[in-house]
């Protein structure tokens, strides 16, 4: 090492040393930040052999890691921070010797390759940070697939890691910046791994997560509880996300409070909406000021309940999705059916192109929504009321996307079937070549 290179290191110490002396007076704000300082804080303390650090960096992972037994983390982040806590406990074990922390890696790169959708992306709906549903690819968990794969000796990380860079060259999209590991890691330069991952068909049940996910062929369906799109299809080119959506007190949307599995490909959800109202004040409050008052103190009526139950099966072409309201007559409510990625519409009465923000109420049969490449059939139709978008009891639109409405009144039992098949057109990768 010639002189330059000796004070390029010494500076770079100062700014880390200062860094991690920085981090000693700090704190954090969301729950992956724990493990990057922990981890980070613990490798300087190796590196510079400071016992404060080591127990700062303790004073963070005695509240043990939030990695569940599915591998998922707190924010359910697997377009961004799963892969930041992923490198944290990376690092932890290198720091500290101990394999238990990157077993939660390992546990969610397991899970993550059920999280691959039939176009290479990454399901990110049920996500609670920026990356819900955001179009996300892969490629920042090649680090780590390489290096848990080699270690462990994992087949299926290896092929991830060819398939990262073959969806890097189909998308033309960024490489993940991993030159400096191969810089730093002559073993990494040295490895041949011929094979790309192929998922086969699954059914996966993540019950501490509450989140079932499904491949079948060509097309991966999601059935999420707690969530207000509760269920997603992809089939590689057309998205489609349901939502159960009207008015009932406070509620304006299902939202699963339970979840369970009864079979493979067969899923029950449930949520009971509680009914109340308000009563006035026994005594005259001291004021006439609402926002004063001590309204949690009010008097309540409670009652009626209104039940939703939503069963979700796997059928020969596609999936049944069927509805059940119960326990309030008269309320009008709607199934939503977002498309994404559809350019063409054919029902009953109707043949019209779309852009992609229409709305649509419809009464009868059935609607093939289309973009050359794939068609999603959806049916049986019904609309038993006019909605109009933007009310108040309108939950948001899915940007982009052209909705479908299926209106009804309290209580009913409906069954939707949601087909999927090939159009016409042949994509790429289904063209035999000869070869």
Known sequence: MDDGEKEICTRLEEIIKDGAKGMLLGGFHTPNHRWAIASILMACSKFFGGKEMEDAAFGYLKEGIDCNADGEY???SAGNYNRINNDAMILLTRA????AYEQHTLRNLKMMLTYLEPDGSVFTANSTRFDKDLLVYPTDYYMEYLRMGMKYNIPEFLQMCNTIFDLVEEKRIAARDCLIWFLLCPQY??????????PGDYHVFYGDSGIARCRSGRYTYTVMKGKSNFFYLHNGTMKLEMKVCGSFCEHRAFKAEEMER????EYHLRQVMRGWYYLPFEEAPATSD???MDNAARPKKSG????IDVWVKEAEDGVDIRVRTSGVEGAPWRIELAFSGVNFLTGPLFDMPVSGSEVLVVKKGEVEATNGWDTLIVGPCFGEHHFTEGKEDSEKKTPGAFTLYLTDYTAFDRTIHIGNRLSGMLRAEEVDRGE
Do not use: F, I, N
């Open 304 to 307: 009626p309940d209104m039940q």
């Open 96 to 99: 500290t010797g101990d394999a």
């Open 189 to 198: 330069r040295e490895l041949e791994y011929q094979e790309s991952y192929r």
């Open 74 to 76: 707190s924010e359910k």
């Open 290 to 292: 609402w926002w004063k």
């Open 262 to 265: 009864l079979s493979d490909g």
